[in-house]
């Protein structure tokens, strides 16, 4: 009896530490951060709060499994937690949950290899919030140049960009639409040691007249923050039916912490425009710049001018001489006809 009580244990022990070490996490509450959870469809994953969930909002998920959805979905009123298991191969949805007046977005998605617990953790309020790193302009200026050459550096020179992630959106880049022109992300790269992301955008105008903005405005919003620019590398104007690259970078956050942004977020650029004016004649004269003023001639000193008045009335006496049959004498001439300094 008692060896069988050993074997059963042992068996027991065994089946524990065959599960992979990551299948129980836990996680600090962050609603800038996107949390992706690995879900299967033949076993349940858990997804528990500090405290009672106020609301859930999910596209493709349903409650009862009769419904068509992607993922069946249970969770009690009032209760902390919920639970989740995968109905399709390769199915992926967010959900979001609001819990103490936050909302915090997790990114479910089909997996062999599924979380099956997920444990939340509420930030400490007293926690130190860590500085933003000090990035001179020059290393700003590096970091654009090292996310333009990225792939390369990654393939030659991997120590140069040591650390350093890169997410890239190929046929399905984020867009935010501006009616008129639009901006397309087409990669995003984080550095963390200088806790700053680069941007690689495309501003694509779909009109018929050239926009322009603010080239140090950019900025860019997720969830409900802003993010301002540290650095930018944009013509700051937009012709007409055409499509620019531009690249930003955002270093920490507004108040001075660290942002510790994750590529995983859903990000949204925003640009401050300037305001056009149509191309009319009257528009046109209105910006041209004015005329110079007519050039002055040189002013004469008061010695120059004393002596040019005193030759003047030479000259006239010697008109107003009867003629005698001589000539003056080529001195009086002289004087009556130039002006020596």
């Known amino acids: 009896m008692k060896s069988s009580l050993n074997l059963f244990i042992l068996l027991t022990a065994s089946v524990a530490l065959a599960e992979p070490p990551d299948v129980i996490q836990r996680v600090t509450l962050d609603e800038r951060t996107v949390v992706t959870v690995p879900v299967a469809t033949n076993r349940v994953t858990t997804i528990s709060f500090p405290g009672p969930i106020a609301a859930i909002d999910a596209v493709g998920v349903t409650a009862d499994g009769k419904t068509p959805g992607q993922f069946q979905l249970a969770h009690t009123k009032g209760s902390a937690f919920v639970s989740i298991r995968a109905l399709t191969a390769k199915a992926a949805t967010n959900l979001n949950i609001r819990w103490n007046k936050h909302t915090y977005v997790f990114d479910l998605v089909e997996d062999d290899v599924p979380v099956l617990a997920l444990n939340l953790e509420e930030r400490v309020i007293s926690e130190a919030?860590?500085?933003?790193?000090?990035?001179?302009?020059?290393?700003?200026?590096?970091?654009?140049?090292?996310?333009?050459?990225?792939?390369?550096?990654?393939?030659?020179?991997p120590d140069a960009v040591a650390g350093?992630?890169?997410?890239?959106?190929?046929?399905?880049?984020?867009?935010t639409d501006f009616n008129d022109y639009e901006i397309r992300i087409e990669e995003v790269f984080r550095f963390n040691r200088e806790d700053t992301l680069v941007f690689h955008v495309t501003l694509r105008n779909k009109s018929e007249r050239g926009i322009r903005y603010l080239p140090e405005s950019f900025c860019v919003r997720v969830g409900n923050r802003l993010y301002y620019q540290s650095i930018s590398d944009a013509p700051g104007l937009l012709p007409p039916h055409a499509a620019s690259t531009v690249y930003f970078a955002i270093t920490g956050t507004p108040d001075g912490g660290r942002n510790e942004l994750s590529l995983k977020n859903e990000f949204n650029v925003l640009v401050s425009r300037l305001p056009s004016f149509p191309e009319t004649p009257a528009t046109t004269a209105a910006i041209q710049p004015p005329p110079s003023p007519p050039t002055r001639p040189p002013e004469l000193t008061p010695e120059l001018e004393s002596r040019a008045r005193a030759a003047l009335h030479r000259a006239i006496e010697e008109s107003e001489k009867p003629s005698t049959g001589s000539s003056p004498s080529s001195t009086n001439a002289s004087d009556a006809n130039s002006v020596h300094p």
């Open 164 to 175: 350093a992630e890169a997410r890239t959106f190929g046929d399905q880049p984020q867009v």
């Open 129 to 157: 919030v860590l500085p933003a790193p000090h990035v001179a302009p020059t290393d700003l200026l590096a970091l654009l140049d090292k996310a333009k050459a990225f792939p390369l550096l990654k393939q030659q020179h």
